[in-house]
């Protein structure tokens, strides 16, 4: 009995392990090399070209309470850039510049890693192999914490006392 306990819960910790070693590693497309970043200290700038089946992903580990902002430049009306959250089971991108605009500020909220995946639309008619990009990826200091609102003055028919001295 104790036997079988144990391999149950071996089993169950492996797993537990592969999903979560399955949600971090991104599917890539064939041709597409993974390039593995850290979190910037200092702005740091990504250059490459759209190739379809030969292009560059890369992945950022990002951790709760930081700030920073995605930007992406090109000079081509069908190069985007998608942005992945590997730590979550869905294969949705949670910003994409074809329809949230060429840059992206936030403060994470949570640990995770992202997928950043620079592309050349497949579906536009288009002429040539891709397009040359530039991703910059800018730290940025923690956002001022808003002020709660001052209790506003209370119209009074009698003037406010002044104050005391000592």
């Given at each position: 009995?104790?036997?079988?306990?144990?391999?149950t819960l071996i089993a169950a910790a492996l797993f537990l392990l592969t999903a979560s070693a399955m949600a971090q590693t991104p599917q890539l497309?064939?041709?597409?090399?993974?390039?593995?970043?850290?979190?910037?200290?200092?702005?740091?700038?990504?250059k490459g070209w759209t190739k379809f089946g030969n292009g560059h992903?890369?992945?950022?580990?990002?951790?709760?309470?930081?700030?920073l902002k995605i930007s992406f430049s090109t000079k081509s009306k069908?190069?985007?850039?998608?942005i992945f959250d590997l730590s979550k089971p869905d294969d949705e991108a949670f910003f994409?510049?074809?329809?949230?605009?060429?840059?992206?500020?936030?403060?994470?909220k949570e640990n995770a890693t992202w997928?950043?995946?620079p592309y050349y639309s497949k579906v536009s008619p288009r002429r040539g192999l891709g397009a040359p990009f530039s991703i910059l990826i800018e730290p940025l200091a923690?956002?001022?914490?808003?002020?709660p609102p001052a209790e506003p003055e209370r119209p009074s028919l009698f003037p406010k006392a002044p104050p005391k001295q000592q």
């Open positions: 009995m104790k036997d079988h306990t144990v391999r497309d064939p041709g597409e090399k993974l390039e593995k970043l850290q979190f910037p200290a200092v702005t740091m700038q990504l992903v890369y992945t950022l580990p990002v951790r709760a309470g930081q700030h069908f190069a985007f850039l998608a994409g510049t074809d329809e949230d605009g060429m840059s992206f500020e936030t403060t994470i997928l950043l995946r923690a956002a001022p914490q808003p002020k």
